[in-house]
């Protein structure tokens, strides 16, 4: 059973850098053909998605984010980590990570995290 766990602040200042931490168990991240995503739904708003690093370690992200956003992992504590610098309280909301399977959509998620920005 893969399970995605989300663990970091529940409030960050404006301007501070956000860190979040995916520890997934039942499966490694260096899967071959299995990438992983951190998405962020904000308040009464869809889901936004930030970005991903794949089973090679390379990394994509929204164009509106890539400025800000990095996403790392750990392979020996089978981590991932999200930080986004310059935080505002747009920023705010509900962060998850995700598992997606190549050419498909994301088949496993984390229970996710509130995350909110405010001084």
């Known amino acids: 059973q893969v399970q995605l766990q989300e663990s970091g602040p529940g409030l960050v200042k404006p301007s501070q850098t956000l860190s979040l931490t995916c520890t997934v168990t039942?499966?490694?991240?260096?899967?071959?053909?299995?990438?992983w995503s951190w998405i962020r739904q904000p308040p009464a708003r869809g889901l936004e998605w930030i970005g991903y690093i794949g089973y090679s370690g390379n990394t994509y992200y929204s164009p509106s984010l890539q400025s800000r956003a990095s996403i790392v992992r750990n392979t020996s504590k089978n981590q991932i980590t999200l930080q986004l610098n310059s935080v505002t309280p747009e920023d705010t909301a509900v962060y998850y990570c995700?598992?997606?399977?190549?050419?498909?959509?994301?088949?496993?998620w984390g229970q996710g995290t509130q995350v909110t920005v405010s001084s």
């Open positions: 995700t598992r997606v399977p190549r050419s498909s959509t994301a088949d496993y």
């Open positions: 039942g499966d490694s991240i260096s899967t071959n053909n299995y990438y």
